[in-house]
């Protein structure tokens, strides 16, 4: 018996192996397919609003024929499923029985224990103290670092009790007598105590969609993140590697984090160098199962440059504890098949099914929870693949699309707090990952969603919440703009265009961007085109919104093919370590924002002139030299007519099925023709000709997604305007006609979620030409080793080990994704093989579908050769010189950067730059009060018998002298190592990192701790009022034109200013001012008048 054609085999579920008796033979078979089924009691023509017909309301019987379930395969539902599944999941035979005894084993209780940090005695008081698990994880963070002992620990619980907002900020102070200022960013602690709440008292909302929880709307949990990193310890020791633990964050969420509890979850980060020299020693020491503070934590997945450990129900030395919700925890076996049940997935090799843990990894929001009959599974669209028994990747037309009700998107919308309902969303749900496309006919009000095929990766019965819970990766988003970058550019340069069409649009793109930023006569207007070149206001939305800024639409995925330096670093030392974790945007003491571009708006904000103030002018040559430089280095040329966006099949495309009587729409196979795309805007475009406004994108394009390293991955397109298709706006619909995919003509891709470019300037449209499917080598798989072992056989091997044998085994197979990213090296393997042999030479073809396996690897299983990738770095090791269309953008680039150098010598307007005047109004704070003493003083002489009062102020004022200069000191010191750190940076070839980075922590900031000391209490100050103020102004005084001030005081100086200024300043919270974006009406209001005479 086969229901709904997954049973047979694993490859039933994959995007990349079909079944054929649904494919090609299918199309002829429609009719009868539909009279079956409506011969079952489901009338597909008058009483379904959906093309797909409706599940009947229940199963085959067990007497039913096989023709008469094979029928109702093509629609079921998941509650059908799971019946079905269920009743079928323990069939008698060897592999059953060999997989049920695997499942038997002591798996990850049977490794051995190695400890991160613990101590029995004191985590006996802690627990009967109930010491809350931040504040532990804060202590144990101090002991693995050696900040303090154990002992110290023990005498300091009586106080560490309370929530984790009110004591976790304070363990420093209290076991090392360490005051630090501040709490941690964002609210880490107040959202772990927010989380533990709703763990020990309702766990199911932690899944979200439960409305307000704590005072927080739509809350859900699993917003917290345990991060560690693996490192060599620095002294001899008998473990080589050590797992050190950093400070908490609050950056994204997972299905794994909500459905067992943030503080379940650790992410272990590695070095890739640490990976690619010591990759099976590395292995060999995350085969154990690791002791936090008496709790057990195992390793189940490698991903993202790391290990994820989960904390199981086993303790070390320690009894579980109720008030902790301790007895809520699962066993690791219990939790591996919660998510991927080997008995259901057995078909395939084992390398393959552990893949699939990374499903429940993907940062997302939930969204909406489906009833179980309202989760429909159906077969995918397929081209013609006759002779072969299944469909190729590149024959699957519907390949990771399915569809989503409009109530379903109402309601993503409503939750999400979206302005309308998105055409696509990118999401997970049960088993199953892709992109879900506004369904074309059905209209009925209960959310419904339809899984294809492809984008079903696990079997499994659960009807649980977690597994019906629609997870937001990100949904539909008009993105107009875009740019060319150095592959595109080069695929383009193939393909016919030539290189004085590209020098152009990168002179003219580099003026528009950069030109602004030395425009100093309005600040307005400089303040607009510095936010707009830094992409400040995007940020800013993205930092607030934090783990959902990409389901919010606020942030893409981006394509990332730059090959990345690592360092093995293992942090800072002292009290900075246990500082603020969580990006806030900005230095939490002194308020200096971490990005160049955010610095010189808040200084523009608050009245300060490039032309009179040195460090905004630096700031401000900065920024123009860092994108300047960006764009020279990344040969990025900005596009304004280009956009990109998920790529989707034709809506109206429903075969094998037909679509309801009455429709509009009468083909199967949908509306578009072979070789057309439909793509509409709910935003307006411009037309560059005209100058009017549009929404179609219409005539020839060229589209492509990266990678493009291949002549084939961009294509030129016919655009064309359907009315039927208005509806489906901001993505890019392909049709399902051809003898392959469009989107797997385009670099492999699919539709799960990939992103397609449209490039519309005339330029690069009018002299593109197409070429055919680069084939792949015949013996491209050469290159690579695969693990053949199946689900079946690696069970039988490992229950005839012993126990530690097996579950060491299990572990090993567990981190086989472990391994050094070769992607980015074999990126300039591939830049060598293009200057050296031509962009279309077979070697240079083999190196391109090389570097695109390698970035699937972690999903195929497939790893690279030792001997191929040591052949090929010998010959392509070496990065090449710019060449071709490449060393004429850098010339027209390098051009470019000297006569900006000569516009901003015109700007600022000055001649000597080392001795400047001094600001008067950052001065004046620190000159009253000085001045003020100095005649004290001077009065003094003259009659000995002043007030002590007047001594005292004196005092206190030569008092907050010395501690800035005690902060001055510490702040060179830390210049100097940055300074010699960047310099090793450069002489080891690595790119320094330009003005600020939006993925850092603030514990990046190399100048936390020189600001924090800065704002520790002076002890003893009572007669100095404005104490800031003047400390700032100090600051200020002794280093006008360098950096200090502004690295310890910065708010402080923008207030003095802004306080300053003729025109009055407003006060406004920082949460208020970083969600304020700057009209264009204003901007162009201001084109027509002057600032100084507005305001």
Not at 400 to 423: C, E, V, Y
Not at 764 to 790: A, C, G, R, W, Y
Not at 807 to 830: C, D, E, I
Not at 1003 to 1026: E, K, R, T, V, W
């Amino acid at each position: 018996m086969k229901i709904y054609n997954v049973p047979d085999s694993d490859s039933d579920f994959e995007s990349s192996e079909s079944d054929a008796d649904t494919g090609a033979d299918s199309f002829d078979d429609a009719a009868s397919t539909t009279s079956s089924l409506r011969d079952e009691g489901v009338d597909t023509a008058s009483t379904s609003p959906s093309p797909i017909p409706s599940p009947p309301s229940s199963i085959a019987k067990a007497g039913s024929t096989n023709a008469e379930v094979e029928s109702l395969t093509l629609c079921l539902s998941k509650l059908e499923i799971s019946e079905t599944l269920s009743q079928n999941r323990h069939p008698a035979g060897d592999s059953t029985s060999t997989i049920r005894a695997f499942l038997k084993l002591p798996l990850g209780r049977a490794l051995c224990p190695n400890i991160i940090a613990h101590n029995q005695h004191a985590q006996s008081l802690l627990d009967d103290a109930r010491v809350e698990w931040g504040v532990q994880w804060e202590i144990a963070r101090g002991v693995v670092k050696e900040l303090w002992t154990w002992d110290d620990v023990i005498a300091g619980i009586p106080k560490l009790k309370g929530s984790n907002a009110d004591v976790a900020c304070k363990v420093p102070q209290v076991l090392r007598d360490e005051s630090i200022v501040g709490s941690t960013p964002l609210g880490v602690w107040s959202e772990l105590d927010r989380e533990e709440k709703a763990t020990r008292e309702c766990p199911e909302r932690r899944l979200g969609l439960m409305g307000t929880w704590e005072g927080v709307p739509s809350w859900h949990g699993g917003q917290i993140q345990q991060i560690a990193r693996l490192v060599r310890p620095d002294k001899a020791s008998e473990s080589k590697f050590k797992v050190v633990l950093e400070p908490m964050e609050s950056r994204r969420s997972h299905r794994y984090a909500r459905f067992l509890g943030s503080r379940r979850v650790i992410q272990i980060k590695i070095n890739d160098k640490l990976v690619m020299e010591e990759k099976d020693a590395v292995i060999e020491f995350l085969s154990q199962k690791f002791v936090l503070m008496g709790r057990v934590f195992i390793p189940f997945h490698s991903k993202d440059g790391g290990t994820y450990m989960v904390e199981t129900d086993e303790d070390f030395e320690r009894k579980a504890q109720r008030w902790c919700a301790d007895e809520r925890r699962m066993s690791f076996v219990d939790f591996m098949e919660w998510h991927n049940p080997f008995l259901l997935n057995n078909n395939q090799v084992v390398s393959k099914l552990v893949t699939r843990y990374a499903l429940g990894l993907s940062n997302s929001v939930p969204v909406l929870e489906f009833a179980p009959d309202s989760i429909f599974f159906i077969e995918d669209i397929y081209a013609p693949h006759p002779g072969l028994a299944k469909a190729p990747t590149e024959k699957i037309m519907t390949d990771g699309a399915g569809f989503m009700n409009n109530a379903a998107l109402k309601a993503i919308r409503d939750h999400m707090g979206s302005s309308f309902p998105p055409t696509a969303v990118q999401g997970r749900i049960d088993g199953a990952k892709g992109l879900w496309v506004r369904h074309p006919t059905d209209d009925s009000t209960t959310p419904r969603i339809w899984i294809r095929a492809s984008q079903n990766k696990i079997k499994n019965t659960l009807l649980d919440r977690p597994h019906r819970i629609f997870e937001l990766v990100a949904p539909s988003h008009p993105t107009l703009g875009d740019s060319l970058t150095q592959q595109s550019i080069l695929n383009i340069y193939h393909n016919g265009v030539s290189p004085e069409k590209l020098v152009k649009l990168f002179e003219q793109g580099l003026r528009e961007e950069v030109a602004p930023l030395l425009d100093w006569d309005d600040p307005i207007k400089l303040l607009d085109a510095v936010n707009k070149a830094g992409g400040v206001s995007g940020a800013r939305m993205a930092r607030i919104a934090n783990a959902a800024s990409r389901a919010l639409g606020l942030s893409r995925g981006e394509w990332r093919h730059d090959d990345v330096a690592a360092t093995e670093d293992s942090g800072g030392d002292g009290a900075g370590e246990l500082g603020p974790a969580t990006y806030t945007g900005r230095n939490p003491y002194s308020g200096c924002p971490h990005s160049t571009y955010e610095a010189i708006l808040d200084m523009l904000q608050a009245g300060f002139e490039p032309k009179t103030n040195k460090v905004l002018r630096d700031y401000l040559k900065r920024a123009a030299a860092n994108t300047l430089n960006a764009a020279i280095e990344k040969y990025r040329i900005p596009l304004k007519e280009s956009l990109w966006a998920f790529v989707i099949p034709d809506p109206f495309a429903v075969h094998p099925m037909k679509h309801p009587t009455g429709t509009v729409i009468a083909d199967p196979l949908g509306i578009l023709k072979e070789g057309e795309i439909f793509c509409r805007s709910s935003a307006s475009l411009t037309d560059p000709i005209t100058g009017l406004p549009f929404e179609v994108i219409t005539g020839d394009v060229v589209i492509g997604r990266y990678p493009m390293r291949l002549p084939s991955d961009l294509q030129k397109v016919r655009a064309v305007n359907v009315p039927e298709l208005s509806k489906w706006t901001d993505v890019i619909i392909a049709s399902v006609r051809g003898e392959r995919s469009l989107a797997s003509l385009l670099s492999g891709g699919d539709m799960d979620g990939d992103t397609v470019h449209i490039f519309r300037e005339a330029e690069i449209v009018e002299n593109f030409q197409s070429k055919p499917f680069s084939s792949p080598p015949p013996d491209l798989m050469n290159n690579f080793e695969k693990d053949v072992e199946t689900v079946t056989a690696f069970c039988t091997r490992l229950v005839g080990l012993s126990h530690r044998e097996a579950a060491k085994a299990y572990q090993k197979v567990l981190l086989g994704n472990l391994r050094s990213s070769a992607t980015g090296l074999y990126s300039m393997f591939h830049d060598h093989a293009v200057e050296k042999y031509g962009y279309s030479h077979p070697t240079t073809i083999r190196l391109a579908y090389i570097f695109n396996e390698l970035l699937d690897s972690s999903k195929s299983g497939l790893r690279l050769r030792e001997e191929v990738f040591n052949a090929d770095k010998k010959e392509f090791g070496k990065k090449p010189e710019p060449f071709g269309v490449l060393a004429d953008l850098k010339l027209a680039g390098a051009k470019f950067g000297a006569e900006l150098e000569k516009q901003f010598q015109k700007a600022a307007n000055f001649v000597d730059d080392k001795d400047p005047p001094k600001d008067k109004d950052l001065i004046a704070p620190y000159e009253k009060i000085a001045t003020y003493c100095n005649n004290l003083e001077s009065l003094k002489k003259v009659n000995p018998n002043l007030s002590p009062v007047h001594a005292m102020l004196v005092e206190e004022l030569g008092r907050m002298r010395k501690h800035v200069w005690d902060s001055q000191e510490m702040f060179n010191t830390k210049a100097g190592e940055s300074r010699a750190k960047r310099e090793r940076s450069e002489q080891q070839g690595k790119k320094p990192v330009r003005g600020g980075s939006a993925s850092k922590t603030d514990q990046d900031d190399i100048m936390l701790a020189p600001a924090m000391s800065y704002h520790q209490p002076i002890q003893d100050i009572h007669l100095l009022g404005n104490l800031e103020e003047i400390k700032a102004s100090f600051a200020y005084s002794v280093a006008p034109t360098g950096k200090f001030a502004w690295s310890v005081a910065f708010t402080d100086l923008c207030l003095i200013k802004a306080r300053k200024d003729p025109s009055g300043f407003a006060p406004v919270l920082r949460k208020f001012d970083e969600r304020k974006v700057l009209s264009s009406a204003v901007v162009r209001g201001l084109n027509k008048t002057k600032e100084n005479e507005v305001f």
